[in-house]
């Protein structure tokens, strides 16, 4: 069974950074790319990033590029999502998804989420 | 980037109703569209992928159609664990860009 584990969110301050985890389970890991794609309170779904299977590849929406760096260390079955600069428009839930293949851009499992708030 | 436009924003219906729902591309995306479904409080669900291929074990009274700029997600029987939003997705080019949802409530 595949199941993708969030972690890592909370409540930082404008200008200040995060790291997100997701811990991957069921799956090949590395065979997979995978993204990170974000909800803002009461909001829509937006696409963060995403990375290949090698993690050699990667990928931002515009609103994040220079500010988050997305990564994946294939040893741990682990995706990460480093956040800096982080802004008040940042705030949302945090969501890794599987890619059906090598970026695809298609998921076919999401996690559950992990909850960023910035805010003084 | 590629602008998807969703129709109705919201949609009122009952049990036992066909449903459609109508999806809008800014671009030509040829087949590459997903459809999600989401409940409060949880993650986005995948249903549909390519347009039309059903997701493995998502009931088949959904349906998906459609190709170029414009697609649609059917329910051709609504059930009570149908009422949630529904998000269409293109994949075809970054960024990959989604509707801005259509919620399905109980009329």
């Known amino acids: 069974e595949v199941q993708l584990l969030e972690s890592g969110g909370g409540l930082v301050q404008p200008g200040g950074s995060l790291r997100l985890s997701c811990a991957a389970s069921?799956?090949?890991?590395?065979?997979?790319?995978m993204s990170w794609v974000r909800q803002a309170p009461g909001k829509g779904l937006e696409w963060v990033s995403a990375?290949?299977?090698?993690?050699?590849?990667?990928y931002y929406a515009d609103s994040v590029k220079g500010r988050f760096t997305i990564s994946r260390d294939n040893s741990k079955n682990t995706l990460y999502l480093q956040m800096n600069s982080l802004r008040a428009d940042d705030t949302a839930v945090y969501y890794c998804?599987?890619?059906?293949?090598?970026?695809?851009?298609?998921?076919?499992?999401w996690g559950q989420g992990t909850l960023v708030t910035v805010s003084s | 980037d590629i602008q998807m436009t969703q129709s109705p924003s919201t949609l009122s219906a009952s049990v036992g109703d066909r449903v459609t729902i109508t999806c809008r591309a800014s671009?030509?995306?040829?087949?590459?569209l997903a459809w999600y479904q989401q409940k409060p409080g949880k993650a986005p669900k995948s249903l549909i992928y390519k347009a039309s291929s059903l997701e493995t074990g998502v009931p088949s009274r959904f349906s998906g159609s459609g190709s170029g700029t414009e697609f649609t997600l059917t329910i051709s029987s609504l059930q009570p664990d149908d009422f949630a939003t529904y998000y269409c997705q293109q994949y075809t080019s970054y960024p990959w860009t989604f509707g801005q949802g259509t919620k399905v409530e109980i009329k």
């Open positions: 671009q030509s995306i040829s087949i590459w």
């Open positions: 990375t290949g299977g090698k993690g050699d590849s990667t």
């Open positions: 069921g799956f090949t890991f590395s065979n997979f790319a």
């Open positions: 998804a599987k890619d059906r293949g090598q970026l695809r851009g298609n998921f076919d499992y």
